[in-house]
């Protein structure tokens, strides 16, 4: 299932995604937390700036989860991010849209490039 352009034009607007992978037992979420995320070419994508994180971890492993937009959840899948073009796109996003942001910097992007995830949804609102 696609975002729609409104849904789109929310994430890239705001600064409010949440997200909880599922735990072990592959059906219960973790605590939602949020993260940095942009959009490029129609999709979400996310990503982890810190190298022990656990809930990209999580994410990575149980490949689900659920995300909370404009207060909405919505289940999704999760997908590393391994080809390097659209690495290049993604941290052009993450720039443009975090840019003012004081935690933000270009050392943030270069550490945690390995850490991305595209975020498609699964279903219509949990």
Do not use: C
Not at 103 to 110: K, M
């Amino acid at each position: 299932m696609t975002w729609s352009d409104d849904q789109l034009r929310h994430i890239e607007g705001s600064d409010d995604f949440k997200i909880a992978p599922y735990r072990e037992d592959g059906a219960t979420p973790g605590t939602l937390i949020w993260v940095w995320s942009a959009v490029v070419d129609q999709a979400v994508f996310v990503r982890s700036t810190n190298p022990a994180s656990r809930w990209f971890a999580a994410a990575m492993s149980q490949r689900a989860g659920i995300v909370e937009t404009s207060r909405v959840p919505h289940q999704v899948r999760f997908e590393h991010v391994t080809d390097e073009a659209l690495r290049d796109r993604v941290d052009d996003a993450f720039a443009r849209k975090y840019a003012a942001d004081p935690y933000f910097s270009s050392e943030v992007l270069h550490r945690s490039r390995e850490r991305i995830a595209r975020i498609t949804r699964v279903s219509a609102d949990t």
